[in-house]
């Protein structure tokens, strides 16, 4: 079982920064960031596998990085010039392997406001 305990998040004007992470216990294949606005669906921010490869959402290039910490089995997301459009609940997505069997865990999500 894996568990995903986030931290950072918060209120920011437009334009600030602020920087999340997530800590995983367990083998990680796949570590990333989704966001939910009200209203809206779940989307993908950013993903990181454990090779280094990642994967950014079109409206985050340039802005945000995601990078880990194998060692530590952390996944950091920074969010520089942040947008209103920003403001969500993010959430932390972990992806392991049992074998061939893939399954995904989430954390409990924390809210990132950006105002404007």
């Known amino acids: 079982q894996v568990q995903l305990v986030e931290s950072g998040g918060g209120l920011v004007q437009a334009g600030g920064v602020l920087r999340l992470s997530c800590a995983a216990s367990?083998?990680?294949?796949?570590l990333g960031w989704y966001r939910q606005a009200p209203g809206k669906q779940r989307e993908l921010v950013a993903s990181i596998t454990s090779g280094g490869s990642t994967n950014y959402a079109d409206s985050v290039k340039g802005r945000f990085t995601i990078s880990r910490d194998n060692a530590k089995n952390t996944v950091y997301l920074q969010m520089n010039s942040l947008k209103p459009e920003d403001t969500a609940v993010y959430y932390c997505?972990?992806?392991?392997?049992?074998?061939?069997?893939?399954?995904?865990?989430w954390g409990q999500g924390t809210q990132v406001t950006v105002s404007s």
């Open positions: 367990g083998s990680i294949f796949r």
């Open positions: 997505n972990a992806l392991s392997f049992s074998g061939l069997r893939p399954y995904e865990y």
